[in-house]
C-alpha cells in the first residue's frame, strides 16, 4: 500500500510539475520565404503598363528590382502607395520615390499610411495640402518605431472628434497637430492614449468635472496625456479629492492645479535598484 501511495504522490508530483512550467515561446525563423521573382515581374509589368509616365525600361527595370527585395507582397504595396498619390494629383516621379519606399515595410504600415493620407488630404476629412497631408503620414508611419496600427487608431479618433466637435474651430491644420501629437505621445507608452484624451476632455467640460471652456480643455488634455494612460484616474481623483468639502476643500484653479500635480506622476521610469 506505501509503494501504492508513494507512486501516486510522485505521479501527482510530476503531473503538478508539468502543469507549471512554462511552454516555451515559439522560436522565429531567420529567413522569410520570399517570392522575389513574381514581385519583379509583378511591379515590372505594372510599370511597363504606364505608359503615361515615360519610363525608359531601364529605370523600370532598376524600381523593380528594388522591389524584388522587399519579399512578399511588395509589389502591392508600392502599387498601391503610388495609384494612391498619383490620384491625389502627386507627379509620378516624386510618387514612385514614395511608393518604393513601402516595397520593404509591412502591410500594416503601408495600411497607416494610407489611411493617414486619405483622412488628412481629403475634403470630407482635413482638407490638407497635398504636401502637408504626405509629410504627416510618412512622419507618423514611417519615422516612428512603434506599432503603425496603434498610431493610425489614435489619429483617426482625434480626427473624428475634431469633425463632431463643431464649436471648437479646429481648422484642418490644428486638428492635424492634434492628432499628432496624442498618436506620438502614445508612443512612448506603448499604448493607444486617444482614448485618454477624451476622458480627460470630457470630464473638464463636464458640468459636474472641472467645467472648463473646450479650448482651455483641449489644451489641458494634451498636457495631462504626458503623463500616460493612468493621468485619467489619477487626475479625476485627486481633482474630486481636493475640490471635496471633506478632502482639501480647494478652489477649482487650486483643485486643477493639484489634480495637474498628480496626474504628471502618473509616471516613473523603471528603477534599476
Known amino acids: 500500500m506505501?509503494?501504492?501511495i508513494c507512486f501516486l504522490a510522485l505521479s501527482n508530483a510530476s503531473f503538478a510539475f508539468a502543469n507549471t512550467t512554462q511552454a516555451p515561446e515559439a522560436i522565429k525563423p531567420k529567413?522569410?520565404?520570399?517570392e522575389s521573382s513574381k514581385e519583379y515581374i509583378t511591379a515590372f509589368r505594372y510599370l511597363e503598363a504606364q505608359k503615361s509616365y515615360?519610363?525608359?525600361?531601364?529605370?523600370?527595370?532598376?524600381?523593380?528590382d528594388v522591389v524584388s527585395k522587399g519579399c512578399n507582397g511588395a509589389a502591392k504595396r508600392f502599387i498601391e502607395i503610388n495609384e494612391l498619390l498619383v490620384k491625389a494629383g502627386l507627379e509620378t516621379s516624386d510618387s514612385l520615390k514614395i511608393a518604393i519606399k513601402f516595397a520593404d515595410r509591412s502591410?500594416?504600415?503601408?495600411?497607416?499610411?494610407?489611411t493617414l493620407f486619405k483622412e488628412s488630404f481629403l475634403k470630407d476629412y482635413?482638407?490638407?495640402?497635398?504636401?502637408?497631408?504626405?509629410?504627416i503620414s510618412m512622419k507618423l508611419a514611417l519615422e516612428t518605431d512603434s506599432d503603425s496600427t496603434m498610431i493610425k487608431n489614435d489619429f483617426q479618433k482625434i480626427v473624428k472628434f475634431c469633425l463632431d466637435q463643431k464649436g471648437l474651430d479646429l481648422s484642418g491644420p490644428k486638428c492635424s497637430d492634434l492628432a499628432s501629437k496624442v498618436a506620438l505621445s502614445g508612443t512612448r507608452f506603448k499604448s493607444e492614449m486617444a482614448s485618454a484624451f477624451l476622458d480627460h476632455f470630457n470630464f473638464l467640460t463636464d458640468k459636474s468635472g472641472a467645467d472648463l471652456a473646450t479650448y482651455k480643455a483641449v489644451e489641458l488634455s494634451v498636457k495631462l496625456i504626458d503623463g500616460g494612460p493612468m493621468s485619467v484616474t489619477n487626475f479625476k481623483d485627486a481633482y474630486k479629492f481636493a475640490i471635496s468639502k471633506s478632502g482639501l476643500d480647494l478652489g477649482k484653479k487650486e483643485a486643477i492645479n493639484y489634480a495637474e500635480i498628480m496626474a504628471e506622476r502618473s509616471k516613473l521610469e523603471s528603477r534599476t535598484k
Open 126 to 135: 482635413l482638407d490638407l495640402e497635398l504636401k502637408d497631408s504626405i509629410d
Open 54 to 64: 515615360s519610363l525608359k525600361k531601364e529605370e523600370v527595370m532598376k524600381v523593380a
Open 2 to 4: 506505501k509503494n501504492v
Open 107 to 114: 502591410d500594416q504600415t503601408t495600411d497607416t499610411f494610407s
Open 31 to 34: 529567413y522569410l520565404l520570399c
